[in-house]
């Protein structure tokens, strides 16, 4: 079956022979492509898609006689657009144009780039990868084929590679002093380190990010990167460096407005130091959670730190406070209608305690 790509008809814009096309030819064509794209949208936005690619089909015949450069533009274009409405037969007609268009150029010819871009429109990640890799050899756009490398490599959850290009990316923006690319880039890898759960080469990056966005002022990403920072800190058991993040992100958050981020912040710090053993400490942060959520109205907030609290008392064999903290945290349960029966389970667990 012939492609709806393939001309099979004289076309009266084209010269009858093989010639070169004047400019007044070219400007003929082009405003008939343009033509055929403006009427393919509109049939698209009515729900005609069958007729909408049937333009477009004629708007690639008309891209041939443009040249290659322009043609791979459009087939990228109109494939993009026939992924986008799963168009599987449409993606392969404009996939099976651009592997023959790429047989015909070489390697190191400018197309390439324009062709991996193509292939990126129509989400055909493998093949874009391929050209880009090839190309970081002989082009001189390094940087656009590293960060198109970066792009599809976290599309396609391949964190090492991924890791690769954008640590060469920031080396390149730290040569030229790009602040900008460089906060860009060391964001990306915190997601890479973050994704691939390795606290220990997060960390470094981070700390590198709080110095830019502490000289960027850059408050409210500070509290989020800090209480990220505390979190890696914590999975790699440094108490003293994660417990010092979580009241940073505490304090610029507050100061901020960010009251829910700061409770969480104070919130990660105290079970921090309860899940190290360190209760008198833990209960002096708790005792400052309920302030917090007090002044919030943070209702479930209030109801979980009592708890906490409580079963610090219980830990500490200091059945009195638990059972008050106990209690407090009944009072909010009953406001909420909810983990009622809990607290009343537990009350009556820490009396049992009492009376023995």
Same mark, same amino acid.
């Given at each position: 079956?012939?492609?709806?790509?393939?001309?099979?008809?004289?076309?009266?814009?084209?010269?009858?022979?093989?010639?070169?096309?004047?400019?007044?030819?070219?400007?003929?064509?082009?405003?008939?492509?343009?033509?055929?794209?403006?009427?393919?949208?509109?049939?698209?936005?009515?729900?005609?898609?069958?007729?909408?690619?049937?333009?477009?089909?004629?708007?690639?015949?008309?891209?041939?006689?443009?040249?290659?450069?322009?043609?791979?533009?459009?087939?990228?274009?109109?494939?993009?657009?026939?992924?986008?409405?799963?168009?599987?037969?449409?993606?392969?007609?404009?996939?099976?144009?651009?592997?023959?268009?790429?047989?015909?150029?070489?390697?190191?010819?400018? =197309?390439? +780039? &324009? %062709?991996?871009?193509? /292939? $990126?429109?129509?989400? *055909?990640?493998?093949? @874009?990868?391929?050209? #880009?890799?090839?190309?970081?050899?002989?082009?001189?756009?390094?940087?656009?084929?590293?960060?198109?490398?970066?792009?599809?490599?976290?599309?396609?959850?391949?964190?090492?590679?991924?890791?690769?290009?954008?640590?060469?990316?920031?080396?390149?923006?730290?040569?030229?002093?790009?602040?900008?690319?460089?906060?860009?880039?060391?964001?990306?890898?915190?997601?890479?380190?973050?994704?691939?759960?390795?606290?220990?080469?997060?960390?470094?990056?981070?700390?590198?990010?709080?110095?830019?966005?502490?000289?960027?002022?850059?408050?409210?990403?500070?509290?989020? =990167?800090? +209480? &990220? %920072?505390?979190?890696? /800190? $914590?999975?790699?058991? *440094?108490?003293?460096? @994660?417990?010092?993040? #979580?009241?940073?992100?505490?304090?610029?958050?507050?100061?901020?407005?960010?009251?829910?981020?700061?409770?969480?912040?104070?919130?990660?710090?105290?079970?921090?130091?309860?899940?190290?053993?360190?209760?008198?400490?833990?209960?002096?942060?708790?005792?400052?959670?309920?302030?917090?959520?007090?002044?919030?109205?943070?209702?479930?907030?209030?109801?979980?730190?009592?708890?906490?609290?409580?079963?610090?008392?219980?830990?500490?064999?200091?059945?009195?406070?638990?059972?008050?903290?106990?209690?407090?945290?009944?009072?909010?349960?009953?406001?909420?209608?909810?983990?009622?029966?809990?607290?009343?389970?537990?009350?009556?667990?820490?009396?049992?305690?009492?009376?023995?």
């Amino acid at each position: 079956m012939a492609s709806p790509l393939e001309v099979t008809t004289p076309d009266p814009l084209l010269p009858s022979i093989d010639r070169p096309l004047t400019s007044f030819e070219r400007y003929r064509i082009q405003k008939a492509i343009a033509a055929y794209d403006a009427q393919a949208q509109a049939k698209l936005e009515m729900g005609l898609v069958e007729e909408a690619f049937a333009l477009w089909y004629e708007e690639l015949k008309l891209q041939k006689a443009l040249g290659l450069a322009e043609e791979i533009t459009a087939l990228g274009r109109v494939g993009g657009i026939a992924w986008s409405q799963n168009r599987p037969q449409e993606v392969q007609i404009i996939s099976d144009r651009l592997g023959l268009i790429k047989q015909k150029i070489e390697p190191d010819s400018g =197309l390439w +780039l &324009s %062709l991996a871009q193509a /292939y $990126q429109e129509m989400r *055909q990640w493998e093949e @874009a990868i391929n050209i #880009y890799e090839q190309l970081l050899t002989q082009s001189e756009q390094k940087k656009l084929i590293l960060d198109n490398l970066g792009r599809l490599y976290l599309a396609k959850f391949d964190y090492a590679n991924a890791e690769r290009v954008y640590t060469e990316l920031l080396a390149i923006a730290r040569s030229e002093s790009d602040t900008f690319s460089e906060s860009n880039y060391l964001q990306k890898l915190t997601t890479i380190y973050n994704e691939i759960n390795k606290p220990e080469n997060a960390v470094i990056i981070k700390e590198q990010l709080v110095k830019t966005y502490t000289d960027n002022q850059q408050l409210k990403d500070l509290a989020l =990167l800090r +209480l &990220s %920072l505390g979190l890696d /800190y $914590q999975a790699l058991n *440094q108490i003293a460096a @994660a417990s010092y993040n #979580y009241q940073e992100a505490f304090t610029i958050a507050w100061s901020q407005q960010q009251y829910g981020l700061a409770a969480q912040a104070k919130a990660h710090q105290a079970n921090l130091y309860h899940s190290s053993g360190e209760l008198t400490q833990a209960l002096t942060i708790y005792q400052q959670l309920l302030e917090i959520y007090q002044q919030s109205y943070d209702l479930y907030g209030l109801m979980n730190t009592y708890d906490q609290i409580a079963k610090i008392y219980t830990e500490q064999n200091n059945y009195a406070q638990a059972l008050t903290a106990f209690q407090k945290g009944l009072e909010v349960a009953k406001s909420l209608n909810y983990e009622q029966a809990y607290f009343e389970s537990q009350i009556a667990q820490i009396r049992a305690k009492l009376t023995e």
